[in-house]
Nanobody
Framework: QVQLVESGGGLVQAGGSLRLSCAAS????????MAWFRQAPGKQREFVAG????????YYAGSLKGRATISRGNAKNTVYLQMNSLKPEDTAVYHC???????????????WGQGTQVTVSS
């Protein structure tokens, strides 16, 4: 069983930056693809970015492409999401996920964190 704990969310003004972190523990957490999803109030959860476990391949959704960078720590059991030029429409709960494969759908991932709130004010 893999546990995921997110941190780094908060309130930021439009145009600002935030760095989210997700710490994975348990199982073989360093051998999983990891991803970030987000869910805004009244909307479906959507894929933001993902990274493979072995070769660092990254994949971004259109919504934050060019404004976000996903990366893994040296031990591979921590994943980061650096977000720049934030917009009010980026306001959401951001969830970390882990799974055997890299993909952009909920079903790809087996483990989920509780999420961290990101609020962007205009």
């Amino acid at each position: 069983q893999v546990q995921l704990v997110e941190s780094g969310g908060g309130l930021v003004q439009a145009g600002g930056s935030l760095r989210l972190s997700c710490a994975a523990s348990g199982g073989t957490s360093s051998s999983y693809a990891m991803a970030w999803f987000r869910q805004a109030p009244g909307k479906q959860r959507e894929f933001v970015a993902g990274i493979s476990w072995n070769d660092g391949v990254t994949y971004y959704a259109g919504s934050l492409k060019g404004r976000a960078t996903i990366s893994r720590g040296n031990a591979k059991n921590t994943v980061y999401l650096q977000m720049n030029s934030l917009k009010p429409e980026d306001t959401a709960v951001y969830h970390c996920a882990a799974g055997a494969f890299l993909g952009d759908t909920d079903e790809t991932y087996d483990y989920w964190g509780q999420g961290t709130q990101v609020t962007v004010s205009s």
